[in-house]
């Protein structure tokens, strides 16, 4: 079962403009992850949010999480063509390393 | 350096047929896990394992099984395939188990059940 949904299931936007995506969760979480995946590629690590972050950095990349709504945000800014690709939560809530994936962002920038 | 390698990248089966995936992990790796993706879905855990040593698994059938090796090489099996089984599978493997430690995923192998 998913532990998490993604909000929008799918954004496109201009090369340039921002994209934010959104995930929700259910249990307590020790970390949060984000993962970018391309049209049949496996999954890349982007960030890790510790449950005692409130928001993380990396390049274009601006993450937040708000564990009393057990919600979390995914920025990047200045988008571009090379971004494009399904972007997915995951979640430790089942303990360890059994990370529970929502559905995914599917993310089309446009030139 | 090498990332994940995973073997086949494609695998057409029949219904009842078994198959056998295989998957390297970073060296220095010692931590293997194994994700199912059906279309338009996020992966899925089926097991992890640690040291030889299987240390989770999902809400799999026992149709499903895993081993790792002593290089930390890891094999997922599955018998009697059924139609639901078409998927991609995803090897990813990491230098532990702690959930701080981020997971490097391979390409997958991409499974059609005919």
């Known amino acids: 079962s998913q532990q998490g949904e993604e909000d929008p299931q799918a954004l496109s936007i201009q090369e340039g403009e921002n994209a934010t995506m959104n995930c929700s969760y259910k249990?307590?979480?020790?970390?949060l992850q984000w993962y970018r995946q391309n049209s049949g590629r496996g999954l890349v690590h982007l960030i890790l949010?510790?449950?005692?972050?409130r928001e993380k950095h990396s390049g274009r990349l601006r993450v937040t999480l708000d564990t009393s709504k057990k919600s979390s945000s995914l920025l990047i800014t200045a988008s571009r063509a090379a971004d494009t690709a399904s972007y997915f939560c995951a979640t430790d809530a089942e303990g360890a390393q059994k990370l529970v994936f929502g559905q995914g962002t599917r993310l089309t920038i446009n030139p | 350096d090498a990332g994940v390698t995973q073997s086949p990248t494609h695998l057409i089966k029949t219904r009842g047929q078994q198959v056998t995936l295989r998957c390297s992990p970073i060296?220095?790796?010692?931590?293997v896990s194994w994700y199912q993706q059906v279309l338009g879905q996020g992966p899925q855990f089926i097991f992890q394992?640690?040291?030889?040593?299987?240390?989770g698994r999902g809400n799999f059938p026992d149709r499903f099984s895993a081993r790792q090796f002593p290089n930390y090489s890891s094999e997922l099996n599955v018998n009697a395939l059924l139609l639901g089984d078409s998927a991609l599978y995803l090897c990813?493997?990491?230098?532990?188990?702690?959930?701080?430690?981020?997971?490097?995923f391979g390409d997958g192998t991409r499974l059609s059940i005919l």
């Open positions: 249990t307590s979480i020790n970390n």
């Open positions: 990813a493997s990491s230098e532990g188990v702690h959930s701080n430690q981020p997971q490097h």
């Open positions: 060296s220095g790796h010692k931590s």
């Open positions: 949010i510790r449950s005692n972050e």
């Open positions: 394992y640690y040291e030889k040593e299987e240390r």
